[in-house]
């Protein structure tokens, strides 16, 4: 089993959602909550940007003990030494520097030549090794780059110093199996690649993050950044509560991480509500109604035996039993169910009677609630069935 490291930047890129901003002293208590979480590397902001972000880099530095502590920056030396200023009270401090490998962003953003962005990438990592040996690389737009390109930045910056390599679909734009086989490319083509690891860190435009970072690790990446319920710029980063679920469940990777899962929907919702951002209910692992069934189908199915509908026991990541919701979709079985949970023992007859009863609420409402129950099992047998 190889394990894979979780970089969280729900700090960093999580909170580049608008209306998202975070004071330091929220800041660094999530900071504690995500090393108590066990993710690897927290990424606790970009030093340079603000007065407040290089206090609260600073800040979480200094508590954080067991989790590698990471600043951003650009490929700027005034940046770098500024992040490195930020982190010096980290037991393990991390700078994460980078520049844009794409043409798109090699011409229209930087008016630039290939060979000057290789020479700058080169640059800001020999830069940061001035102040820490953990120098982690970003190609931003590497999902955009050529392959051959992205391959010799690769190569030259890890010969530079750079212990992880992050190569982002900034955009979001890779199909999976493109992101996979940009990755193969690397591990295939970078003669000095066991030197470091390269890290996935993937936009959500598509729908596609969680499934773009999936195939990183297969194709040879040891590292996803991610983000708790899936926060950051634009659609949002990679969810780390889906990464590693996906782990966890499909064991035959051969991967694991040193998440304790039984965390993850507690930490959601601290995050939901310091950073004032809903979870919708439909998002996997940690959505209200990621352990709801409300189909007659598969309520049946799943009181019969559990597994037949759900994949994840809600006691691994966290959350409340899961949920039988009674609306005009729901049959018989979970009826009756629900009678038991409120202690009323119906015979099969009784629960055909009911159930006709039932039908006629339940066209009139989008969910029928216990009150509703109550009210009909009074009606129908007021007494001698509780």
């Known amino acids: 089993m190889q394990k894979i490291q979780i970089f969280d930047t729900t700090l960093r890129d999580g909170e580049q959602v608008p209306g998202c ?5 929220e800041k ?40 590698t502590v990471c600043g951003l920056t650009r490929a700027v030396r005034q940046d770098i030494e500024v992040a490195a200023e930020a982190l010096r009270g980290a037991a393990r401090p991390r700078i994460h520097t980078g520049i844009g490998t794409s043409d798109l962003h090699i011409k229209a953003k930087f008016n630039s030549t290939q060979a000057e962005i290789l020479q700058r990438a080169i640059q800001c990592v020999r830069w940061a090794r001035e102040f820490t040996d953990d120098v982690e690389f970003y190609a931003e737009d590497a999902g955009r780059t050529d392959n051959e390109y992205l391959a010799r930045v690769v190569e030259a910056v890890i010969k530079a110093g750079a212990t992880v390599v992050n190569i982002p679909d900034t955009t979001g734009y890779c199909l999976p199996h493109q992101y996979g086989e940009k990755i193969a490319y690397l591990m295939n083509n970078v003669p000095n690649i066991d030197k470091a690891i390269l890290s996935c860190h993937c936009h959500n435009d598509l729908g596609l993050a969680t499934a773009n970072a999936i195939a990183g690790i297969i194709a040879g990446a040891r590292q996803i950044e991610c983000t708790i319920n899936g926060l950051g710029e634009r659609a949002g980063n990679t969810s780390l509560e889906e990464v590693v679920m996906i782990i966890r469940q499909h064991k035959d990777m051969g991967f694991y991480t040193d998440v ?17 951002m809903p979870v919708q209910p439909n998002k996997a692992i940690v959505g209200s109604n990621a352990f709801a069934h409300s189909s007659g189908i598969h309520q049946d199915g799943f009181l019969k035996l559990a597994q037949t509908y759900e994949i994840i026991a ?46 006629r609420v339940a066209d009139l ?6 009150e509703d129950l109550l009210q009909l099992a009074k009606l129908y047998a007021p007494a001698e069935h509780a």
């Open 365 to 370: 409402k989008k969910e029928v609630q216990d």
């Open 28 to 67: 660094v208590a999530l900071a504690l909550r995500l090393e108590s979480l066990g993710v690897d590397v927290i990424e606790a902001g970009f030093p340079i940007s603000s007065p407040g972000d290089y206090f609260s880099v600073q800040e979480i530095a200094r508590v954080v003990r067991n989790a």
């Open 260 to 276: 304790e899962a039984t965390m993850l929907n507690q930490i959601s919702r601290e995050v939901s509500d310091t950073m004032r």
């Open 314 to 359: 809600p006691e691994e990541v966290g959350a409340d039993s899961s949920k039988i919701v009674l609306t005009a979709r729901s049959g018989r079985s979970a009826l009756a169910y629900r009678f038991r949970k409120l202690g009323y023992e119906f015979t099969r007859n009784d629960v055909d009677v009911l159930y006709d009863k039932f039908l």
């Open 21 to 25: 901003k975070l004071n330091t002293e």
